[in-house]
């Protein structure tokens, strides 16, 4: 399947289902087939095809039914598509750029990191410790720790560019669609041991450690994320790719 060079690989995806949609394949009321299939059928990974399915259930062309499926609510018109969405970054592709820079950027802490770094991370741990214990969810502490590691790097073009990653992802309409779709909120405190694994390897400094341990953080949330937002086989074992991504790191 070609990428055109102004579309996001998912809005390619999108635009072969909603070509099914117009040609017949699918009628309104109909289940489509299973992500699974989808991917396999275009041969793309599972990830896109979620994120096509999120940006078509944006426009109201399908509807997401945990542990059914998703089925077909209207045909598409020549009507235009939701702007907001096409311009959207999925929340799989935010997550792989958020792997491939804070791992980095871990590593490159762990050479910089000071002691007055590494106590404000303990709080931050507290702080999501504590925010977890009353069901606050966390989020607020889980951003601050990202954030506090790209400050220990003391590269302030670094700190503005996770800055800019977290307000992408609240800006996103994707995001927001496809945790609407998740109601377990336990994976939080698996992500908590992460981030103490995080800061151990900063604690000791060792750059290889930190980089390893905060790309296998950032693996073990896509991996979630897929996993509990899947509709089609709440057993699904959430590949994102058929190669283990650590591999590709030093």
């Known amino acids: 399947m070609q990428t055109g ?3 996001r690989r998912y809005q390619d995806v999108a635009q072969a289902i909603r070509e099914d949609l117009a040609k017949g394949r699918y009628a309104v009321g109909d289940r ?3 992500e699974r299939q989808i991917s396999e059928e275009l041969g793309v990974s599972r990830s896109l095809v979620r994120e096509a399915m999120i940006m078509l259930e944006i426009e109201g062309l399908v509807d997401v039914r ?3 499926g998703t089925y077909v609510l209207r ?14 970054i999925g929340p799989f592709e935010l997550l792989q750029a958020r792997q491939l820079i804070e791992s980095n950027i871990a590593a490159f802490a762990a050479t910089r990191v000071t002691k007055n770094d590494i106590m404000k991370m303990r709080r931050a741990l507290d702080q999501e410790r504590q925010e977890l214990a009353e ?14 590691i ?3 790097t003391q590269n302030t073009a670094l700190l ?11 800006r996103s309409r994707m995001w927001a669609t496809l945790h609407d779709r998740i109601f377990d909120d336990g994976y939080r405190k698996e992500w908590l041991e992460d981030h103490k694994a995080i800061l151990t390897a900063l604690q000791i400094k060792d750059p290889q450690e930190a980089r390893k341990a905060m790309w296998q953080h950032l693996e073990n949330v896509r991996a979630r994320l897929l996993a509990l937002s899947d509709v089609d086989d709440p057993s699904f074992d ?3 790719f058929d190669q283990n991504p650590l591999a590709l790191q030093p």
């Not at 069901?135 to 506090?148: P, T, V, Y």
């Open 150 to 152: 790209a400050e220990a």
């Open 66 to 68: 945990k542990g059914s």
């Open 135 to 148: 069901g606050a969810g966390g989020e607020d502490a889980d951003e601050l720790f990202h954030m506090l």
């Open 75 to 88: 045909l598409p018109t020549d009507a235009p598509a939701d702007t907001a969405s096409a311009a959207d």
């Open 238 to 240: 959430a590949y994102l």
């Open 32 to 34: 489509l087939q299973p």
């Open 160 to 170: 503005e560019m996770m800055r800019n990653l977290w307000q992408q992802r609240k």
């Open 5 to 7: 060079e102004q579309k």
